[in-house]
Nanobody, 120 residues
Framework: QVQLVESGGGLVQAGGSLRLSCAAS???????AMWWYRQAPGKQREWVA????????NYADSVKGRFTISRDNAKNTVYLRMNSLKPEDTAVYYC??????????????WGQGTQVTVSS
């Protein structure tokens, strides 16, 4: 069984920064791509960033230039550095991963989320 756990959320003022972490554990052979999503109250889940197994990255237009996704393969962890935070960044942030176990390749692994609140 594979588990993802997000951490690092909190309350910050507009213009501040946070670094989110998502650690994967369990029966992991290899992690391919990893993603960050977020969901604000009353809204659909929104894709934020992606990092491939080779380290290439993609970002939603809303966060491009402010957020940076990175990974530490030795720790099975993906990070999201968030700078210049805005109130509209307020959401629960979730990580998602495509993971090889010993027998399967699946991309439906999700953490429980970490709350980010940005005050004005």
């Amino acid at each position: 069984q594979v588990q993802l756990v997000e951490s690092g959320g909190g309350l910050v003022q507009a213009g501040g920064s946070l670094r989110l972490s998502c650690a994967a554990s369990g029966s992991i052979f290899r992690i391919n791509a990893m993603w960050w999503y977020r969901q604000a109250p009353g809204k659909q889940r929104e894709w934020v960033a992606r990092i491939s197994s080779g380290g290439s990255t993609n970002y939603a237009d809303s966060v491009k230039g402010r957020f940076t996704i990175s990974r530490d393969n030795a720790k099975n962890t993906v990070y999201l550095r968030m700078n210049s935070l805005k109130p509209e960044d307020t959401a629960v942030y979730y990580c998602n991963a495509e993971i090889w176990t010993t027998v399967t390749l699946r991309s439906d692994y999700w953490g429980q989320g970490t709350q980010v609140t940005v005050s004005s």
